[in-house]
């Protein structure tokens, strides 16, 4: 039985999803970048449960960017973003972990969509590192094509 096929069957097992985070986890940010295990990770990210999602974050906090601009990574890395709740230790992680490379991020052809979402979603309050990092790069940002 392919493993999807049972996910499904089971997404109602807390038990069963539990023990396959446990073992997902220390590989996520591997899977995450697989041109075809990345399409698994994002469903498992709609089962994810808040400790869950604290955990694949904290296992794949320096792999981040990197995530976000591979080309098979930076789905499931939007999706990340978009699927967890938005509580303030989640939003200082995400800034910390980007922070240095915003201007990375919004001139990569995958990883602007990361930054987009940071903006879409976060309070305006907590964009400034976004906007700071624009305007100390406003020329390199507004002369790329993916800025």
Excluded: W
Aim: proline residues 2%.
């Amino acid at each position: 039985m392919k493993l999807q096929t049972r996910v499904e069957e089971e997404k109602n097992n807390n038990e069963f999803i539990n023990e396959l985070f446990k073992r997902l986890i220390p590989v996520f940010s591997e899977i995450m970048m697989d041109p075809y295990a990345n399409y698994f990770c994002q469903k498992m990210l709609i089962l994810a449960n808040e400790d869950h999602i604290d955990k694949i974050l904290e296992h794949i906090e320096d792999k981040f960017v990197e995530i976000c601009i591979n080309t098979h990574g930076t789905r499931a890395g939007q999706n990340l973003v978009e699927c967890m709740s938005l509580n303030i230790d989640r939003i200082n992680f995400i800034k910390k972990v980007l922070k240095k490379d915003v201007v990375t991020l919004a001139t990569n052809q995958h990883g602007n969509h990361v930054i987009n979402i940071c903006l879409n979603r976060f309070p305006t309050s907590e964009i400034d590192f976004i906007v700071n990092a624009f305007i100390e790069n406003c020329r390199e940002v507004a002369s790329h094509k993916h800025g």
